[in-house]
Each structure stands twice: as structure tokens, then as C-alpha cells.
């Protein structure tokens, strides 16, 4: 069996990532948040641990010995991470070199999952893996210094980008945007939605597939991990609404500037998958599928 380390066992993407490994009986999953965890089962063993601490960190590599350590932890809302810098560049690179370097160590893999939020959203086509990064706020720059981190310490590593993940939540765990479209509209609520920013949104299981496909991939490096429909915020809350028949009228589209968004956000970030297709059989949901399957 292959020791699989999945940091970030409790949140939203990790907990799928954990799900989907610990049901293979290849895979001897161990998970770790710095709480204690949300759904205890059989399938899994899970240690407590703050990956802010180097020493905690070695300590956890040691005592698991695992081939392959997934990082699915970031403080990822980008207006807190604005207003708490100091936190933000703890978890989002200080921790990940630290997990770079006991990988290393280790002689472990380590898949590290990061963001669309590393472009600017300037670009006029969908981004490939070479495009030169630029983020335009605090959260892309620490999860791009991350990034950057896994490369220059990691002889073994992929860096996994992905964007809007939705998908069914677990209680007590964050929901996401199209979650709170479908919430807001049941309960007959108007909810706005920014008109004018793109991105390709992630079913969150076509995640942790795509994950599974690069525990022992030989290549390194970074791989778009998204669906493949490019559409507005708005443009998916509609489909929800459509697939849901829920009541669109409700939705209130707005532009970004009408939004007043704190700190700014890419206006395009959709990214290409056209790598991961071919080198690793990526095959995602379609939008209409994945929240078809969410609300299922």
C-alpha cells in the first residue's frame, strides 16, 4: 500500500481528495488539519497538525513515511488575506516551503493545489501552464510565491491550478458560489452575481480524480485542473437556477465596478486543460453535469 498524506483533510476539496483516495484499497490514507476531524470513518487515519510549525512538520513526515503528500490547505478568501497579510503568507508559502523542503527530505512526492488567481486576467484566450503569472492582489502573490516554493525545493512535485471549486459540502464545511446561488434562490432571496468576470468552475470530484491521475505521474510540474465550460459568475448561477428550476428573476447580474469588490479580482481567468487531457487522461464534468450531480 502507498501512504498518502492529504493536508487540508477537513476542507472542502481535501475531504473529497481524501473520500475518493481512502476508498482504493491501493492507498493508505492519512489526513491532517490543524482541527480535530470532521468525519471520522474507518477508511482513514488523521493527525492533528499547524503546518505553520517546521518542527511539527518534520516530525509529521517522519512518523508517516509518505510517498505522496497532497496540500489542499491555503487561506484562500482573498479580501482577508488583503487585510491579514502576516496570516495569509504563514499558511500559503511559509507553510508549503516547509512542506517542500520535509518532502524532500522524505524522498515524497508532493502535489501542492494552488490558483487561477495567479494571472491577472488580462489575457484574451484561456491560460496554459507556460503563461507568465501576475496576480493582482495579496492572495495570488502568496499563492504564486508557494508555487515557486514546490519548484525550487521539490525534485518530485506537480502543482495543481484550479478555479471556483463546487460541489456537494460536508456540514461544518464552507459552501461555495454555487451553493449560495441555490440557497439564496430557495429561499426566495435576490441574490447579485458580477457579470463580467470569466472563469472555467471545477466539479470538485473531476479534482480529486485528476489528483489521483498525478500521485505517481513521472513529470513534474504544473497542471490546470478545471472544467472546461468558460462562462461569467452570472452565467452559472443562471444555470443553476435553469437546472434547479429555480427563479432566475432573482438574479441580480452586476459588473465588477457595480460590485465594489474590496480588492480587485481577474477580470479572465479561465484556464486551459488541453495538458492535462493529454498527458494525463483528464476528463472533466461539463458544468450542467457537475451541478446535476451536486444537487443529486
Not at 477537513?10 to 475531504?15: A, D, H, L, V
Not at 524532500?104 to 512526492?109: F, T, V
Not at 446561488?181 to 470569466?198: F, M, Y
Request: glycine fraction near 6%; proline fraction near 4%.
Amino acid at each position: 500500500m502507498k501512504n498518502i498524506l492529504i493536508i487540508g483533510a477537513n476542507g472542502f476539496t481535501g475531504r473529497r481528495i481524501v473520500n475518493e483516495l481512502a476508498a482504493n484499497q491501493a492507498y493508505n490514507v492519512i489526513g491532517c488539519s490543524l482541527s480535530n476531524d470532521i468525519a471520522p470513518n474507518q477508511q482513514h487515519r488523521f493527525i492533528r497538525t499547524d503546518i505553520r510549525d517546521a518542527t511539527a512538520v518534520k516530525s509529521l513526515l517522519e512518523e508517516v513515511r509518505p510517498h505522496v503528500v497532497i496540500n489542499t490547505a491555503a487561506l484562500s478568501v482573498p479580501d482577508y488575506c488583503e487585510n491579514h497579510r502576516e496570516e495569509a503568507r504563514a499558511i500559503n508559502v511559509t507553510a508549503v516551503e516547509q512542506l517542500a523542503r520535509a518532502c524532500e527530505q522524505q524522498g515524497s512526492r508532493f502535489i501542492h493545489l494552488s490558483t487561477d488567481f495567479v494571472f491577472d486576467g488580462h489575457a484574451d484566450r484561456l491560460y496554459v501552464e507556460s503563461d507568465k503569472p501576475h496576480p493582482i492582489n495579496f492572495y495570488g502573490v502568496t499563492k504564486l510565491e508557494g508555487e515557486q516554493q514546490v519548484a525550487e525545493k521539490c525534485s518530485n512535485y506537480a502543482i495543481v491550478r484550479v478555479v471556483v471549486v463546487y460541489g456537494k459540502a460536508l456540514p461544518g464545511q464552507h459552501g461555495n458560489i454555487l451553493q449560495l446561488v441555490a440557497n439564496k434562490l430557495r429561499a426566495g432571496e435576490t441574490i447579485r452575481v458580477v457579470s463580467d468576470q470569466w472563469r472555467t468552475p471545477t466539479f470538485v470530484g473531476d479534482v480529486a480524480r485528476g489528483v489521483e491521475q498525478l500521485l505517481f505521474h513521472p513529470g513534474n510540474g504544473i497542471y490546470h485542473l478545471c472544467g472546461s465550460d468558460c462562462l461569467t459568475i452570472a452565467e452559472m448561477a443562471y444555470r443553476v437556477a435553469d437546472i434547479l428550476q429555480l427563479d432566475a428573476s432573482l438574479i441580480r447580474p452586476v459588473t465588477t465596478e457595480e460590485m465594489q469588490e474590496a480588492i480587485p479580482r481577474p477580470r479572465f481567468s479561465g484556464l486551459s486543460i488541453a495538458k492535462a487531457q493529454q498527458e494525463i487522461m483528464y476528463k472533466p464534468h461539463t458544468l450542467d453535469e457537475g451541478i446535476k450531480e451536486m444537487f443529486s
